[in-house]
């Protein structure tokens, strides 16, 4: 990063219960499990050394407290907004993923190409990618040239917005992976051009620390929702 460029860290939170269950998560407050508080004390080290000087978080449990942690290693304040949510996953929130194959394996399918508008009583990409990039553009006008933020937020949603925010085209979000439970993305903004740049993507901290993460073979969703 050039002394000049603004940085923006996007931090998915720490693991759940729910998401190692492989369970839809939503809007509903599932707190961090063990693991995920350990995830996040890891994370919140990494991250406090970038030196950042303001904070911005999703108001659900899971990314609250992975933003608290950054909070006390850095020495800040987060800005609560819920517009950092995570996708409503609406009827399916709780289900698990072979649950919701087993019952409704056409909306599944739809569900697993990223068309989460299919879920009755569930939010569009599109919805999400405007409420989360609104936030993403605020936080960096408010950052001075050469400061850096963080913003805490969920899989699915940083995802596409990510894609959203960079300017590439929104079907290039099928090809890249989610991010894993604290794991970060870095952009920056060097004021040239109007354009930011991706400088890193899943980084992550301390794994070694926490506990490996078991993949069933039937759960592999286009983005990480949660």
């Given at each position: 990063?050039?002394?000049?460029?603004?940085?923006?860290?996007?931090?998915?939170?720490?693991?759940?219960?729910?998401?190692?269950?492989?369970?839809?998560?939503?809007?509903?407050?599932?707190?961090?499990?063990?693991?995920?508080?350990?995830?996040?004390?890891a994370a919140a080290s990494a991250v406090a050394a970038l030196r950042p000087v303001a904070l911005w978080s999703s108001d659900l449990a899971r990314a609250?407290?992975?933003?608290?942690?950054?909070?006390a290693a850095g020495g800040l304040t987060a800005v609560v907004d819920p517009r950092l949510r995570e996708y409503d996953l609406g009827e399916r929130t709780g289900m698990t993923m072979p649950e919701y194959a087993a019952s409704f394996p056409d909306e599944y399918a739809a569900f697993r190409q990223g068309r989460y508008e299919v879920v009755p009583g569930g939010e569009s990409t599109a919805t999400v990618t405007a409420r989360v990039t609104a936030v993403l553009r605020e936080a960096l006008a408010a950052l001075a040239p050469g400061e850096c933020g963080v913003v805490v937020s969920h899989g699915g949603a940083l995802k596409v917005s990510l894609v959203e925010v960079l300017g590439w085209p929104s079907g290039l979000a099928a090809t890249v992976r989610g991010l894993d439970n604290c794991g970060w993305a870095e952009l920056e903004d060097t004021g040239a051009g109007g354009a930011l740049r991706l400088a890193a993507y899943n980084r992550?901290?301390?794994?070694?620390?926490?506990a490996a993460r078991p993949r069933p073979k039937d759960f592999a969703p286009p983005e990480r929702v949660g």
């Amino acid at each position: 990063m050039t002394d000049a460029a603004k940085r923006l860290v996007l931090l998915r939170h720490g693991r759940t219960a729910w998401n190692q269950e492989r369970r839809a998560q939503g809007h509903i407050d599932v707190p961090l499990d063990e693991v995920g508080r350990a995830q996040a004390a890891a994370a919140a080290s990494a991250v406090a050394a970038l030196r950042p000087v303001a904070l911005w978080s999703s108001d659900l449990a899971r990314a609250r407290e992975t933003a608290a942690y950054v909070e006390a290693a850095g020495g800040l304040t987060a800005v609560v907004d819920p517009r950092l949510r995570e996708y409503d996953l609406g009827e399916r929130t709780g289900m698990t993923m072979p649950e919701y194959a087993a019952s409704f394996p056409d909306e599944y399918a739809a569900f697993r190409q990223g068309r989460y508008e299919v879920v009755p009583g569930g939010e569009s990409t599109a919805t999400v990618t405007a409420r989360v990039t609104a936030v993403l553009r605020e936080a960096l006008a408010a950052l001075a040239p050469g400061e850096c933020g963080v913003v805490v937020s969920h899989g699915g949603a940083l995802k596409v917005s990510l894609v959203e925010v960079l300017g590439w085209p929104s079907g290039l979000a099928a090809t890249v992976r989610g991010l894993d439970n604290c794991g970060w993305a870095e952009l920056e903004d060097t004021g040239a051009g109007g354009a930011l740049r991706l400088a890193a993507y899943n980084r992550v901290a301390g794994l070694d620390t926490v506990a490996a993460r078991p993949r069933p073979k039937d759960f592999a969703p286009p983005e990480r929702v949660g």
